[in-house]
């Protein structure tokens, strides 16, 4: 590993400054071109100076690579002749057919080459699973610091690279931050800022106080040497520096240990909090130092406590702004969603900048602008964007983090930056450790006064011990001033002792100490929708005692805010169609996913790629389930929705026939090899051929999974719907032949898919949301209009029901509802023993009937059918549908009482259940007889099928839609019954309830 | 307003009250004085209507329920004490109460009799049982207009499914307290 390590050093170091790491002792002989020709090197994108955390005069800090150069060519270069002799050599002579252009790549090269040593290094640290466990990663990555850190100075007798403070500042520290903050669990933070403000500005201040009083003490003692050089000032600055809590160094460890939540969020928001603390007292003394003790007059300390609430109100006020503006600029970036991350980034990160250009907290500023976007942006960015978001954030924090450690090892070889004072390290070590846990016991004690559930003995022991500092503090002190602060080099030395015993010997003990005192450990639970649903009862009960008694508390107010949010906030910065979903509805599709996702992970697949790898039209008819399992799924509002982008797209109570139809043909068939495609797009992003399939494979599989979860849950509330649900098996049927008609359709015509399915992938759902944006009055109407594209032999059905129990015809709606049931693998309630009691002789010959012919129908996969023109004409323009439509997965409640209304017209089983719920059923009607006429009237002339076909072009929405044929089959394949056979045997008891609960 | 409310509250009827719910004397007479400026009619109880009259509280999603929850079944008034007695629900459980938690009877705020009040927010018919009907009407009025029924029902289905052990498609008491992720309920 060290060799691997010490060869990418020199590749990085070495290679083009030539020194031969490896080799080479002093002089370097080969320094040349890359050196001189630095400066003209548009080295920076990194330069910034004036945007400098604090007003100090160093001007030249920049990337690694910046520094690097810098350092490189202050180094007393060998021979300069020779260097430019050299340069001379390269572009003399000619045209040369492979030139050495070491000097134009040199800093970002030197940049990547750290990226991927940290990057390799943090490999290797993995490959032990038990070494890590035991060590942290912060604690190796120093340690690996140390050890390239020596290296470099072994070869090159000088340091050349250093954790500079710009970089620090202006590029590894926001990245940690902005990852902290935006994915900062919100609701936490602020049950929880009363701790985290007193621990972090009281326990801050109390930190640095004690500290630099009690270090001066111990001068004037004389337990610390005669040669550090400094006043009261000085201590109370270098106090104040080195008290504050790391988030770098605190996030490293925490996350490794696992505490609770609670504890893990009032540290951590101790140390993102605390910056504007430590950032004003630093820059106070500072300015005291520079003005001199003798000339600070009283209202400076005035103006000190003012610069506080300035920098630290200021701060996140500027990062509340930018939080509102990242709101308000996704909302329009449905468009163009491939720039949706670049944005979360950018602004979060100019929330950063903007704070440190007025030299406000930036921390602070950077915190709010994630804690406050994130709701808005998650729920306007698509779905991949949000995994981006993700990634990229991790990925930079993490590779920050890993440098930012790194570069504290590296910095400490260098043994001309500091000067060693026992007494001063270990007086600080003491006096940083004392204070750190009687400022967290006192201020526990005064907070658990108020607290509902307060710190015990083991927290605090864990606070205290938990208090880490960081690079934040390695930066501040390497910034001060030598000049005026003449023990800076001592200071920098305790420093760099103080975070690395923090971080190495703490972060190392913290986790034996956590198992030892037995500390509540976070459990990775996995939220459920229960939680869900009662937490928010809970908030509101409580909101209402509040109320109630009078009090203007903390639920008070919260629930202000949640009005204001939902009045005004969030209407500005969701987009419409955002904001009319329900968070509760979005959090049980989030379970859903979960669940599904862990379904499949544990089980094998139940289709193989193989299966679903010829789209010809053949064997697709020869699995027609699959298919129709999958519309089924998809189709019932009840969420079990495996596509990202159903989910995505799921708009409250909308009804978007086009997307139902989209969704019909994109998910229904099995995409066609492409004959052409667009081979690159910057604005879309394609999906490979084989990515396609294997979502494809997945999806389905995970769909037809999920139908054992689902039908439990059928099962579930069977009582109180089953009849409706019996009904809704019509339309359920018809949805079904559909598809499969369109399939049959579609493969005529493969053109069209390439074409659409790109966008269509991706944003098909778009036009309709836009639409909705502007129609919100249409809803009712369509509410009403959603049977339209029902059920075509719907007036069959209906004739049934007019003459009720006994229409010869009226069996066929019912069978078809049958095999519905039965397709689950229990049994049809409706066919169970006692229903089959009630049903008289001649019904029971009706049913015989029906149950031939069904099985006639079912056998055939009936590829002839005409297709529905409007679907044809629809899938052809692929473009939006207005009005009439349904969303696949939601449509819930609005389609779906419709659904049911018109399925319970259709169906007229005779059954002893019909008569009990005769009134229902006649309003029912009414409302059928009105809606019959717009249903006629909207049906496709032409289209209707033979009567014994099970209806198509059904309700899309009516969520208990089944696959016909399979259950069809299923139903036949049992023996029909001369007397309707009493089902075969449930598998779920509680199906098996069902009949006699009828 | 104080000064009325602490001559009409009697010393003994403080001192029982305070045994009862452990509602400390300022407390008491805080929330006395709150329930006196409450209470219109000045009859010494507190109607639907006056609770109703909170501006807050009517806009409250869950309002009516705990309204409901102040009056004993059939009646429609509450008296001071009934009153303090729902409040102490909410009372946060002090150290030195869980030492001696474990003694016979419970305090009201222990954190099952917290639960308990929060599930007879949902029970209805206090059959002891949420059923899937009763989940779903506390759901829609969460939940407002913009979540259709069907998706209001698939949800109330997970959760019972969810919450279920026994398989009786509801949510019984005990189930209930296994769920809720709060530690008691917060506060007052």
Known sequence: MLLMLLLLLTAGTGTGAGTGAGTGTGAPPLRGPALRSSPPVPASPSASPPLLLLPKPRAEYGAPGVASARSAAEEPAGGGGEEAGEQH???????????????????????????LVASVAKILFHFSQRFTTVVPESCMLILLGLVLGGIVLIANKKQLYQLEPALFFLFLLPTIVGDAGYFMPARLFFDNLGAILMYAVVGTLWNAFCTGFSLYAAKLVGVIDERVHADLLDFLLFGALVSAVDPVAVLAVFEEVHVNDTLFIIVFGESLVNDAVTVVLYKVYISFVEVGAENVQTVDYFKGVASFLIVSIGGTLVGLVFAVLLGFITR?????????????????????LTAELFSLSAI???????????????????????????????????????????????????????????????????????????????????LNRFRLVPLDKIDQVVMSYGGLRGAVAFALVVLLDGEQVRAKDYFVATTIVVVFFTVMFQGLTIKPLVKWLKVPRSTSRKPTINEEIHERAFDHILTAVEDIAGLQGYHHWRDKWEQFDKNYLSKLLLRKSVYRKSELWEAYQKINIRDAISVIDQGGNVLTSARLSLPSMTSRASFPEVTNVTNYLRENGSGVCLDLQVIDNVPGAKVEEDMETHHVLAENLYKPRRRYQSAYSRHFMPLGEKERQDREVFQRNMKSRMETFKSTRHKRHKKERSLKKRRGSDS?????????????????????????????????????????????????????????????????????????????????????????????????????????????????????????SLESISSPPAPAEPVHP???????????????????????????????????????????????????????????????????????PGAMPPPPQPPPGSAPGSGKRRNPCVYLRSFVTAPPPPPPPPPPPPPGDSRSRGPTQL | MGSRASTLLREEEIEEIKKETGFSHSQITRLYSRFTSLDKGENGTLSREDFQRIPELAINPLGDRIINAFFPEGEDQVNFRGFMRTLAHFRPIEDNEKNKNSSASEP??????????????????????????????????????????EQLGSIADRTIQEADTNGDNSISFNEFIKVPPVDGEQDY
């Open chain 1, 89 to 115: 050599h390269h572009h003399g002579g000619g045209f040369r057919v492979v030139q050495w252009e070491w000097s134009y790549v040199q800093t970002p090269y030197i940049i990547a080459i750290w990226l």
């Open chain 1, 332 to 352: 329009f970036t449905k468009k163009v969603r491939i720039i949706e991350p670049l944005f979360v980034f950018l602004l979060v990160y100019l929330a950063y």
């Open chain 1, 364 to 446: 602070l500023s950077m915190t709010f602008c994630g804690i406050g976007a994130n709701k808005y942006v998650e729920a306007n960015i698509s779905q991949k964007s949000r995994t981006t978001v993700k990634y990229t954030m991790k990925t930079l924090a993490s590779i920050a983090e890993t440098i930012i450690f790194i570069f504290l090892g590296i910095s400490a070889v260098d043994k001309t930056k500091w000067a060693w004072d026992t007494g001063l390290v270990s007086c600080t070590l003491i006096f940083i450790f004392i204070f750190r846990a009687m400022g967290v016991i006192g201020q526990t004690w005064v």
């Open chain 1, 732 to 852: 359920k049927e018809d949805g079904n032949e559909k598809p499969r008609r369109n399939v049959s359709w579609q493969d005529k015509d493969p053109v069209v898919v390439p074409v659409e399915s790109e966008e269509e992938k991706g944003e098909h759902s778009d036009p309709e949301k836009e639409k909705e944006e502007d129609e919100g009055i249409t809803f009712v109407a369509r509410k009403a209009e959603t049977p339209k594209i029902r059920p075509k032999s719907v007036p069959a059905a209906l004739e049934g029901c007019h003459s009720p129990p006994a229409a010869p015809y009226s069996p066929t709606s019912e069978d078809s509802h049958l095999p519905w049931k039965g397709g689950v693998g229990s049994p049809p309630p409706c066919v169970s023993v006692e229903a089959t009691k009630i049903i008289p002789v001649d019904l029971q010959q009706a049913w015989n009937q029906s149950i031939s």
């Open chain 1, 870 to 940: 409007r679907v044809s004409a629809l899938s052809r323009l692929g473009g939006p549908r207005p009005a009439s439509y349904t969303p696949p997965g939601s449509l819930a409640g609005s389609t779906s009482s419709v659904g049911a209304q018109v399925a319970q017209g259709s169906f007229c089983f005779p059954e002893k259940k019909e008569e009990e719920e005769e009134e229902e059923e006649e309003e029912e009607e009414g409302a059928l007889q009105e809606m019959r006429p717009l249903m006629s009237s909207l049906r496709p």
């Open chain 2, 108 to 149: 009201l705020n222990s954190r099952t009799n917290k639960l308990l009040f929060a599930f007879r927010l949902y029970d209805l018919d206090r059959d002891d049982k949420i059923s899937r009907d009763e989940l779903l009407q506390v759901l829609r009025m969460m939940v407002g207009v913009n979540i259709s029924d």
